[in-house]
């Protein structure tokens, strides 16, 4: 690992969904951004070219909110704005920033005020602060659990219905987790990209299970177990065939635990698997011939585990040439496989001088976008967090996009631009 | 487990008062850790009888990730635990955040869970001036509030600012106020004039320590009163502090 100390630096290409469009998955729901103004700026660019300018709102924070607090000016701001929506949402996150370590604002006292004068609006004290990126609960880890608490257990008896959680995307209806839970008896994969309104989402709280797609929704299930039983299992995302297995046994385990086992669809399901990774490899082969010995660059915007796709390409025979990641954890099996394994460096995106370095190969191809801006690549797929890739089906669905990028060189910017990404 | 907030403006004797409280009801069986929120740091420096122990911002400073329990959490006298939340140097930076880290820090490091304390008491600095300041009657960190005043007018106007901030919480059911410990400073009379101040504030006054230079003496060999003279009437008047304390927690 090289290192060297300079101003962080993030490329232009440098995104992803961040706090207002994660917070904008909750159908009807509005933000309110309580802020110096300057702290709003990149969720307000953001938020314009995503589409959500009409459900973002900001209270600008002066030197005397900072000397006298602001939890009435809270109160005052969401009745102005109530007054002024033409619908009222049904939701309403509000963010204060980094700021309010030092003001202490006593949130929950502001929530239950809030909630007192409006009753048929949920409100939800959220913290964006970037300060917390290392820490236990990094922002994305706390927006989450207030996100999902928003689902309410109302029914004794949970529906034969399995929630997907942490993930940005549904799980593309080609996978084969959908089969597999439909031997198991479970009708419905519910995801709150999926709800219609907000009632379909506070509904998936009378589900039998949570089923964590990403590590940042882990506390979240957590939290669901304690305050009502509701049942989960970390799943995450994961591309190596053994840990997909392992994954889907842990997953028929549990259900036989939850009363929902189908003995008699066990060979089905066997079946099934075997097919779907046959499907796989031979996805994998294909991809190989395409890309023909050609490096392979990826970034930790791309993959929630860059390290374990690294590996899995690697020992499927792939020419990695680096992972190019922010933040990472040194006691992580795959890094530590990929240092002591091979020969593909792993680049701190954060460090502009190791940036530049590495500006240099265009005929390679690149898995994400700041791994296609830093390699130059002229291949690039452009993938976010793993979107709704699941299972067998999900290295199939990785294969047939790096098959299908290499059909053109990539328009980088044009597709920094359809990502919705402030440069 | 009870959890107390002793305030208190400055050098009014509130770590004093706080320590041999800790030590009184350590005497009683009782497990107790002494959490001193005070930039100052030296709310529990009779209690583990040795140089100041090092505050839980200095380590988190000095060791980051690595830090574990035994790096904040010292053993004092009998079956006391004491903490320093610690602060900034005077002038630069912000006391109140250093109280929210180290309580933030204590939680993640499951510091309750692991020594199981049948009292904690958190020493806070003088009013309730920020956010921080009050987090020890938010969120559930104390439940019980005792202010030490004297009858000096400064202290007394702390004291009131302390009984609004508990009032304007309370409405959450955070914290409640218990009432005024007196230490008496003997002034003219001092204690019809904190009576009166108590009636004020809605509280009563638990109990009146009277000035003696017991105190001082057991602080010149760095322990408390009822560490270093049991068989003082100021050890007496501190186990009595501490068994009205106890009642009026319930």
């Known amino acids: 690992m090289k290192r060297k100390k300079t101003l962080e630096y993030n490329c232009p290409s440098y995104g992803g969904w961040g706090m207002v469009r994660s917070g904008m998955l909750v159908p009807e729901s509005c933000q309110l951004f309580v802020s110096p103004p300057a702290c709003g700026r990149h969720g307000a660019l953001g938020a314009v070219r995503q589409g959500f300018k009409d459900r973002l709102f900001y209270l600008c924070l002066e030197e005397s909110d900072i000397v006298s607090g602001y939890d009435q000016a809270i109160l005052e701001t969401t009745e102005e704005l109530f007054l002024r929506l033409l619908h009222r949402p049904k939701v309403l996150l509000i963010f204060v920033s980094c700021l309010d370590d030092l003001i202490g604002t006593d949130g929950e006292a502001v929530v239950e005020a809030l909630s007192e004068r409006f009753p048929d609006v949920k409100f939800r004290m959220c913290h964006m602060n970037p300060l917390a990126n290392d820490s236990e609960e990094p922002p994305l880890v706390s927006l989450w659990k207030n996100v999902y608490s928003l689902m309410e257990r109302k029914k004794e008896q949970p529906e034969k219905k399995i929630n997907v959680i942490g993930s940005y995307r549904p799980v593309s209806q080609e996978s084969e987790l959908f089969s597999f839970l439909k031997y198991a008896g479970i009708e419905e994969i519910c995801h709150i990209g999926n709800c219609r309104n907000y009632e379909e989402f506070r509904d998936m709280g009378n589900n039998c299970m949570n089923l964590v797609a990403a590590a940042s929704a882990q506390k979240a299930a957590e939290e669901i177990w304690k305050k009502n039983g509701m049942e989960y299992l970390n799943l995450p995302v994961s591309y190596h065939f053994e840990k997909i297995e392992e994954n889907y046994m842990l997953l028929w385990k549990k259900l036989a635990e939850l009363g929902m086992h189908k003995k008699e669809k066990e060979t089905l399901v066997e079946e099934l698997l075997k097919n779907r990774k046959k499907d796989a490899v031979a996805a994998v082969a294909l991809a190989k011939e395409k890309v023909s010995g050609r490096k392979i660059y990826l970034d930790d915007s791309a993959f929630a585990a860059p390290f374990a796709a690294a590996r899995f390409l690697l020992e499927s025979g792939f020419l990695v040439g680096a992972v190019y990641v922010s933040e990472w954890n040194e006691s992580d099996a795959d890094y530590q496989w990929i240092l002591e394994n091979t020969d593909t460096e792993i680049c701190n995106v954060r460090v502009y001088t190791m940036v530049e370095d590495w500006k240099t190969e265009a005929d390679t191809v690149a898995i994400g976008l700041e791994a296609a801006y830093i390699s130059g690549s002229d291949y690039v797929v452009s993938l976010f967090q793993d979107e709704g890739m699941y299972g067998f089906e999900g290295v199939t669905q990785l294969m047939r996009r790096i098959i299908d990028c290499m059909t053109e060189k990539a328009d980088l910017p044009a597709l920094i631009e359809q990502s919705g990404f402030v440069v | ?250």
Not at chain 2, 181 to 194: C, G, K
Not at chain 2, 205 to 224: C, F, L
Not at chain 2, 225 to 232: C, M, T
């Open chain 2, 1 to 250: 487990m009870i959890k107390i907030a002793v305030y208190g403006k400055g050098g009014i004797g509130k770590s004093t008062t706080t320590s041999n409280l800790s030590a009184a009801l350590s005497d009683m069986g009782l497990k107790v850790m002494q959490i001193g929120c005070d930039p100052k740091a030296d709310s529990t420096k009779n209690l583990v009888s040795t140089e100041r122990i090092p505050t839980v911002l200095d380590q988190i400073k000095s060791k980051g990730k690595s830090i574990s329990l035994d790096d904040i959490v010292f053993p004092g006298y009998g079956k006391t635990f004491c903490v320093e939340a610690g602060g900034p140097t005077p002038g630069i930076g912000c006391a109140g955040r250093g109280i929210i880290a180290a309580f933030e820090e204590l939680e993640r490091l499951h510091a309750y869970e692991q020594y199981e304390p049948d009292v904690v008491l958190y020493d806070v600095l003088g009013d309730v001036v920020c956010g921080g300041f009050a987090m020890p009657i938010r969120n559930g960190y104390a439940e019980h509030v005792f202010v030490v005043t004297s009858g000096e007018m400064m202290s007394l106007y702390a004291a009131n600012n302390i009984a609004s901030a508990v009032k304007s919480f309370g409405r959450r059911g955070y914290a409640r106020m218990e009432g005024l410990i007196l230490n008496s400073r003997n002034i003219e009379n001092e204690e019809q004039i904190v009576q009166r101040a108590a009636v004020e504030m809605e509280t009563k006054i638990v109990k009146i320590m009277p000035r003696s230079g017991d105190v001082q003496a057991a602080e010149n060999t760095r322990k408390t009163v009822v560490e270093a003279l049991p068989e003082s009437d100021m050890a007496k008047h501190y186990r009595e502090l501490a068994k009205n304390v106890l009642e009026a927690c319930g």
